[in-house]
């Protein structure tokens, strides 16, 4: 093998683990944002309304105000469950069996979700009403539209870069050996 081409080859092999980390980082961040979002949400006085209505009516709890901290999303999605995870009204998505898992023993749990917009983040949350069909509480901050597409672009683009980077790279390297 020629030493170009054995360039490119190691320039490859490091651009993809970048490339990798770049797009974990970009999404990590995003879901962070969205889970705090969520989580100032669940703790405001609009939610313990809501939360508080729950016990007597456990139906048509939302939608909720619109989501994100600039508020410019679609609105946050809430529904309630019985103690065995069954939901209090029809067109409730299913209680996941991750989440459920991941709220044994504790109070609240977040997971994430897919849907045609990209992922979103949801809450699972036990109430003090153990019993009856608002013993738990899922609140969903959907992804807002076009999520998925900036997901395809920023994952374009960092490809991109590290495709950039890594014939630079071997260009480079190659110059010199040459050299």
């Avoid at 939302?62 to 019985?82: K, N, R, T, V």
């Avoid at 991109?160 to 890594?166: E, H, S």
Wanted: aromatic share 8%; proline share 8%.
């Amino acid at each position: 093998m020629s030493p170009g081409r054995r360039a490119v080859i190691v320039a490859f092999v490091v651009a993809a683990p970048v490339a990798a980390i770049l797009y974990y980082r970009a999404e990590s961040g995003r879901l962070d944002g969205m889970r705090d979002d969520l989580a100032s949400y669940a703790a405001s006085p609009g939610f313990s309304a809501i939360r508080d209505k729950c016990r007597d009516v456990p139906v048509n709890l939302g939608p909720g105000p619109a989501s994100g901290a600039a508020h410019d999303g679609p609105p946050y999605e809430i529904y309630a469950y019985d103690g065995g995870f069954a939901p209090a009204q029809g067109g409730a998505p299913v209680f996941s069996d991750r989440l459920s898992e991941d709220m044994r023993g504790k109070i609240t749990a977040f997971g994430l979700y897919s849907s045609p917009n990209g992922t979103g983040v949801e809450l699972g949350m036990a109430t003090p009403w153990k019993m009856g069909s608002c013993a738990l509480i899922l609140v969903r901050m959907p992804a807002r539209p076009g999520d998925t597409r900036d997901e395809t672009i920023r994952s374009g683009l960092i490809a991109a870069a590290a495709g950039i980077v890594a014939g630079l790279a071997s260009y480079l390297l190659k110059k010199r050996v040459k050299g």
